[in-house]
């Protein structure tokens, strides 16, 4: 079978860091991928991993271990905005369809 | 671009009847995927089209669901003989095959049409 296991729910206080953590145990692997979904809202991309290693893009890093099938959304000074639902999601193979997390919810308090 | 369009953005239907949905993709994307999301759960994939051809059915996707994409454009997603079970978020995604320049493709996701199944 297939899983990806991410915390449920985590909560932080503006301007903190938060790192939302993603293990996932596949059949196949192209890379680990990170979308935002706001309540009613779609998933937007937010981040991808295809090799070991951090990427950084603005207030938002994701880091991935294939060794460890392990990778982490890091999210940085922290705005009330980005209460959101966070997934996880991976490439499984070249149909580069998305296997996703259930997600963690975000709550950011002032 | 214009985005991802999904119509309707809700449909509300009893128990037997059909619905169809549609999407539209992002015009240069040749890609197309359908996902199935319930609430407080991520997106599950259903099917993914490229350009006119299916290339990939979920085993979620019973026969009682049908997709095309005729001409390569836009997608419709078909429900025959709708139950309670039905009850969710359709999303459609698309994207272009080595745009990002990376291994994979970025999708990007339309608003999804919410149906209840009464």
């Known amino acids: 079978g297939q899983s990806l296991e991410q915390p449920s729910e985590v909560t932080a206080v503006e301007g903190a860091i938060v790192q939302i953590n993603c293990t996932y145990q596949t059949s196949g692997f192209y890379g680990l991928s990170w979308y935002q979904q706001h309540d009613g809202g779609a998933p937007t991309f937010l981040s991808y991993?295809?090799?070991?290693g951090l990427e950084e893009t603005g207030r938002f890093s994701s880091f991935l271990s294939r060794s460890d099938s392990y990778g982490y959304l890091l999210l940085q000074e922290l705005q009330m905005k980005d209460s959101a639902s966070y997934f996880c999601a991976v490439n499984r193979d070249s149909s580069y369809k998305l296997i996703f997390g259930s997600g963690t919810r975000l709550l950011v308090r002032p | 671009d214009t985005g991802v369009s999904q119509d309707p953005r809700h449909k509300i239907t009893k128990r037997g009847q059909n619905v169809t949905f549609r999407c539209d993709p992002i015009?240069?994307?040749?890609?197309l995927y359908w996902y199935r999301q319930t609430l407080g759960q991520g997106p599950e994939f259903l099917t993914y089209?490229?350009?006119?051809?299916?290339?990939?059915k979920s085993r979620l996707l019973s026969d009682r669901f049908s997709a095309e994409r005729p001409k390569g454009s836009f997608s419709t997603l078909e429900i025959q003989r709708t139950e309670q079970g039905d009850s969710a978020m359709y999303l459609c995604?698309?994207?272009?095959?080595?745009?990002?320049?990376?291994?994979?493709?970025?999708?990007?996701f339309g608003p999804g049409t919410r149906l209840t199944v009464l």
């Open positions: 015009s240069e994307h040749n890609r």
């Open positions: 995604a698309s994207s272009i095959e080595g745009r990002s320049g990376r291994i994979t493709d970025t999708q990007y």
């Open positions: 991993n295809a090799l070991d």
């Open positions: 089209f490229q350009n006119e051809a299916q290339l990939e």
